[in-house]
């Protein structure tokens, strides 16, 4: 069952130890948390005006793309909307910095995807089950297939009145896909290049990214599964930051309001042991090669 590894590092810049580096990787590689309970994203002077759900347009969360630069998600127009993007665009380079010190196996292969701040509480929020992130699931994209590589985040809890984040976290990832893959059926031939063709995806969609949305609905779907699986509780201080493949760990967001994080793409080449990680456990159960 996946739990918290709590390191002890509370500069967004600086480098850790080797050992801290090491037991970092190994934990999140092992599918658990890493928490750094000291490091809080410091929230500047004007950044305030943004702490309220009226930001939002129909959106979850207001974010922004690295690569275009653009803002997303939000009413806000003109200078609050400059102001807003470079508050977001500054955790977006923080975690960066973050992730290269922390982890620095990783360092020259990760690929930085968006951004998002989440000013809106997440408990009793109004949506369809597949898209209830407080149900335990793992992390795939439908529009923006990884194609195998790991998604890795960032989080940071900037609530401005103390309250903490809550977290359920689930059983091992080799645990759940073995109890779901009997309903996961792989895509017919080029289906994957058929969805890029009629751009309904960014790019092709392999059979992985296809076995991981139906391992995302399945868990999302099946109500014993979210009530009885092994399932841990856990609050995240507000001032804190946590790292995780949410590809790997079975997580559901039970609680909380502001909060900012970060998507990075990780090669599982790159990994201490990629045997660990999704598309090698899966292609094991399927018995073939899946990208």
């Known amino acids: 069952m996946s739990s918290v590894a709590t390191i002890d590092h509370t500069d967004w810049t600086a480098m850790p130890d ?37 930001i939002l347009d129909n959106s979850k969360n207001a974010s922004f793309d690295p690569a275009s630069g653009r803002l997303g998600g939000t009413t806000a127009k003109g200078r609050d909307a400059e102001t807003l993007r470079r508050f977001i665009q500054r955790f977006s380079e923080s975690a960066a910095a973050l992730v290269n010190r922390v982890l620095p196996r990783y360092r020259d292969h990760l690929t930085r995807g968006r951004a998002s701040f989440r000013p809106a ?10 898209k209830d992130d407080t149900r335990l699931h793992v992390d795939s994209f439908p529009a923006t297939p990884s194609g195998g590589r790991r998604i890795l985040r960032v989080f940071s809890n900037v609530n401005p009145e103390g309250r903490a984040r809550g977290w359920r976290i689930g059983d091992e990832f080799e645990t759940v896909a073995r109890r779901f893959a009997p309903e996961l059926r792989l895509p017919l031939p080029g289906t994957g290049h058929l969805l890029s063709l009629l751009r309904v995806t960014k790019t092709r969609r392999s059979p992985y990214d296809a076995l991981m949305l139906q391992l995302h609905d399945r868990m999302k779907a099946d109500e014993e599964f979210q009530t009885r699986s092994p ?11 946590w790292i995780a493949f949410t590809d790997q760990v079975s997580h559901a967001a039970t609680a909380g309001q502001y909060q900012l994080e970060q998507t990075f793409l990780v090669p599982v080449q790159t990994m201490l042991d990629e045997q660990r990680s999704p598309l090698r456990i899966l292609e094991r159960l399927k018995a073939r090669r899946l990208t």
């Open 231 to 241: 399932q841990t509780a856990i609050d995240f201080p507000a001032g804190s930051t």
């Open 121 to 130: 509480e997440i408990a009793g929020r109004a949506t369809t089950w597949r």
């Open 18 to 54: 080797r050992e801290a580096a090491v037991k970092a990787t190994r934990a999140l590689e092992a599918g658990d948390v890493v928490l750094l309970p000291e490091l809080g994203f410091a929230v500047e002077s004007g950044e305030a005006s943004f702490f309220t759900p009226a």
